[in-house]
């Protein structure tokens, strides 16, 4: 089955700065990559995703690449803010079950003022 | 929040009790989910549904079941609680399916099984 790694498990950047999470992906049939957002006591929220057939993707000041070849994808985050700050989850699936998604174990980002 | 309802929010059993969890939705969803959260393993999936009555297992099934009777409700079930299954529960749906469709989660149920 398929298995993803995320890294950083923890970061934290001071307020403007940036920050880049990046998880692997082992199966080569994912083609589906979303990321989440995960505030205390609340589930997770999809805040970017990214399907196999682009190799980036913006919105705002968030951006996702994706790297086939390598099997990696990455999260940026420029520009900061203490809002940013929450459990940031990857996850990896393929294009005929997209919620049978196969998560990383999360990055805890705090963005200090 | 989707339009999702988990119930109850907060929950302690004994070991060896059954105990149910339930998961609503008001958006007409056909696929639902139920993951369980537990730190340092970000989310695993536990069982799925396609639509009413037509479910399936997912990669951490063993020690649950679930059903779905009607479109909007999927019942997870612990036929009997174990210190192991003490975790947060989250419920999800997806629109699509069959498409790449992100999955929409409610706001979880911490489960304590003491």
């Known amino acids: 089955g398929e298995n993803v790694e995320q890294h950083p498990s923890t970061l934290s950047v001071q307020e403007g700065d940036s920050a880049v999470i990046k998880c692997t992906y082992s199966d080569s049939a994912s083609n589906y990559f979303p990321w989440y957002k995960q505030e205390l006591g609340k589930g997770p929220q999809l805040i970017i995703d990214i399907r196999s057939n682009v190799g980036e993707k913006k919105d705002q000041r968030i951006a996702v690449t994706l790297n086939k070849t390598a099997k990696h994808f990455s999260l940026h985050i420029t520009e900061t803010q203490p809002e940013d700050s929450a459990v940031y989850f990857c996850?990896?699936?393929?294009?005929?079950?997209?919620?049978?998604?196969?998560f990383g174990d999360g990055t805890t980002l705090t963005v200090k003022p | 929040d989707a339009g999702i309802t988990q119930s109850p929010r907060h929950k302690v059993t004994e070991t060896g009790t059954p105990v149910t969890l339930r998961c609503h939705q008001t958006?007409?969803?056909?696929?639902m989910y139920w993951y369980r959260q537990d730190p340092g393993h970000g989310l695993r999936l536990i069982h799925y549904?396609?639509?009413?009555?037509?479910?399936d297992k997912g990669e951490v099934s063993d020690g649950y079941s679930v059903s779905r009777s009607k479109t909007e409700d999927f019942l997870l079930t612990l036929e009997s609680a174990t210190s192991s299954q003490t975790s947060v529960y989250f419920c999800a749906i997806s629109g699509l399916g069959t498409e790449n469709s992100p999955l929409h989660f409610g706001n979880g149920t911490r489960l304590t099984v003491t």
């Open positions: 549904s396609y639509g009413v009555k037509d479910t």
């Open positions: 958006e007409n969803h056909r696929y």
């Open positions: 996850a990896a699936s393929q294009n005929t079950n997209a919620g049978k998604s196969t």
